[in-house]
């Protein structure tokens, strides 16, 4: 966006450009948090790392 409008788009909430995950989490993937098996949906939004996490009866919001 910034290459076709010339708008400084760096810098504003969320942006971390020295972030770096210590271990990052496929979509789609299940594992297990104590004893019940939750997957990581990733579901980009206004960051490319947010993703959800579904549990058998609920959905939590996480931005990784």
Do not use: S
């Amino acid at each position: 966006m910034a290459t076709l409008t010339g708008a400084d788009i760096g810098g504003g909430e969320g942006v971390d450009a020295g972030f770096m995950p210590d271990e990052t989490l496929p979509d789609g993937i299940t594992f297990d948090v104590a004893g019940r098996p939750m997957q990581a949906i990733h579901t980009p939004g206004h960051l490319a790392i947010t993703c959800r996490f579904a549990g058998a009866t609920r959905f939590f919001p996480a931005t990784m």
